[in-house]
């Protein structure tokens, strides 16, 4: 057993907390058939992650960018009927973690419009002390997780970042936070996880609580 003294733990969003990247793929796929008159492929929108939906929207379709970005927002909101849920066992994750005083943040390379519907149909907000959403000019998490430690006044090895994707990995061993890596989602192809180094890879949220319960030392109260 590793006894870790972590102050913080952040997550990403989508395929971390709930199960929210086919919600993404499907509100993509409608706007940009709205306003481009082309149907992308899920492949195709999931190359386009990195900038927010304001980035990608201004990149394809300049024009009309922001009408495409409520047209994506309204179904990003009706979509989310299919997921109404966190992942099973996240609340209780989060409350674990909360009881030990460690902060709670996100970092995601969504926008906040959606960032704010995910959290409100997941109803997760509560449990966060602070929620840094991506840019339009491309995939800056390594930036967000400073900027977000650096608020707390923090040191990067006293915080942790979960995260689904190999670029969530490798924007915290960037910055030198703990890499967690979250596997347990359907979309998350655990390989490529592996393959870029992360500290731990967790099959599913149960062993992310078990992990909690068995390394983190309590800090006290969460501020």
């Known amino acids: 057993m590793v006894t870790l003294r972590l ?3 952040l997550f990403d ?12 793929w499907a509100a993509f796929r409608a706007a940009l058939e709205e306003h481009q008159g082309r149907r992308y492929s899920d492949a195709e929108i999931t ?8 980035g990608v929207f201004q990149r394809l379709v300049p024009d009309r960018w922001q ?6 927002l309204a179904a990003y909101e009706r979509e989310h009927d299919r997921c109404p849920a966190p992942f099973p066992g996240i609340e209780r994750a989060l409350r674990s973690l909360r009881s030990r005083g460690v902060r709670l943040g996100i970092v995601t390379g969504k926008g906040p419009g959606s960032a704010e519907i ?21 995939a800056v998490k390594a930036t967000l997780i400073r900027r977000l430690l650096g608020r707390w006044s923090l040191a990067p090895e006293e915080a942790a970042y979960v995260g689904d994707h190999p670029s969530d990995i490798r924007a915290a061993r960037e ?20 393959s870029c180094g992360p500290a731990w890879v967790f099959g599913t949220v149960e062993e992310l609580s078990a992990w909690i319960e068995a390394n983190l030392e309590s800090i006290g109260t969460a501020v």
């Open 7 to 9: 102050k913080a733990v």
């Open 13 to 24: 969003l989508d395929g971390t907390l709930g199960d929210t990247i086919p919600v993404c």
């Open 47 to 54: 190359a386009m992650f990195g900038p927010s939906e304001e």
């Open 67 to 72: 009408a495409c970005l409520q047209s994506f």
């Open 118 to 138: 995910s959290l409100r149909r997941l109803g997760l907000g509560g449990y966060f002390d602070a929620v840094e959403t991506g840019s339009p000019e491309g």
């Open 175 to 194: 910055v030198g936070a703990l890499p967690l890596a979250a596997a347990w989602a359907t979309t998350a192809d655990s390989e490529a996880l592996r």
